[in-house]
T-cell receptor
Framework: AQSVAQPEDQVNVAEGNPLTVKCTYS??????LFWYVQYPNRGLQFLLK????DNLVKGSYGFEAEFNKSQTSFHLKKPSALVSDSALYFC?????????????WGAGTKLIIKP | EAGVAQSPRYKIIEKRQSVAFWCNPI?????LYWYQQILGQGPKLLIQ????????DSQLPKDRFSAERLKGVDSTLKIQPAKLEDSAVYLC?????????????FGEGSRLTVL
């Protein structure tokens, strides 16, 4: 079965330190990979995506993500965390053969940045 | 470009009452999704429309939930009668479908509290 795993329910990072939010997937073929962020009482906002090409993709708010095909991972990273980065982060995957263009969602990781 | 519009943002009802949520997608987006997001969890797809046709409603509790997208533009999601476990945020999203690479654009959500 196709799935997305975010192994950490919560990640705590001190402001100014680098952060990583992990995501692994199990999808046939070459997937399309996405990260979304959700601030309190808001909808989900698109951060970045990997479709093809360079394994390191850059997105909004200084975030980047690295696609690793051999480890089937797509970890979200930022070199220097801000308190305002505190939010809920979701990884999502689309199987390339899915003609319905549906996303498979991870359970989310709560990121807490402490001053 | 205007984003996905949803209303109302908040609704409180008693169990067994009915409620309706409205969504207007981004102009030109053929695909429209309704998701249910329970606090602390990832979004769960309820129904997906392609223009005014249903692509997937396999997770829609059809005994109490209904949705329509009559003219292939805006959509309404209805719950009747509501149960306590329907308390959640109902997210509407749209995408260009086959014209895009898979990212979804979300509205701010409609938070439902059932007492």
């Amino acid at each position: 079965a196709q799935s997305v795993a975010q192994p950490e329910d919560q990640v705590n990072v001190a402001e100014g330190n680098p952060l990583t939010v992990k995501c692994t997937y199990s999808v046939s073929g070459n997937p399309y990979l996405f990260w979304y962020v959700q601030y309190p009482n808001r909808g989900l906002q698109f951060l970045l995506k990997y479709i093809t090409g360079d394994n390191l993709v850059k997105g909004s708010y200084g975030f980047e993500a690295e696609f690793n095909k051999s480890q089937t991972s797509f970890h979200l990273k930022k070199p220097s965390a801000l308190v305002s980065d505190s939010a809920l982060y979701f990884c999502a995957v689309r199987a390339p053969m899915d003609s319905n263009y549906q996303l498979i969602w991870g359970a989310g990781t709560k990121l807490i940045i402490k001053p | 470009e205007a984003g996905v519009a949803q209303s109302p943002r908040y609704k409180i009802i008693e169990k067994r009452q009915s409620v309706a949520f409205w969504c207007n997608p981004i102009s030109g987006h053929a695909t429209l999704y309704w998701y249910q997001q329970i606090l602390g969890q990832g979004p769960k797809l309820l129904i997906q429309f392609q223009n005014n046709g249903v692509v997937d409603d396999s997770q829609l509790p059809k005994d109490r939930f209904s949705a329509e997208r009559l003219k292939g533009v805006d959509s309404t999601l209805k719950i009747q009668p509501a149960k306590l476990e329907d308390s959640a945020v109902y997210l509407c999203a749209s995408s260009p479908g086959s014209l895009g690479t898979g990212e979804l654009f979300f509205g701010e959500g409609s938070r439902l509290t059932v007492l």
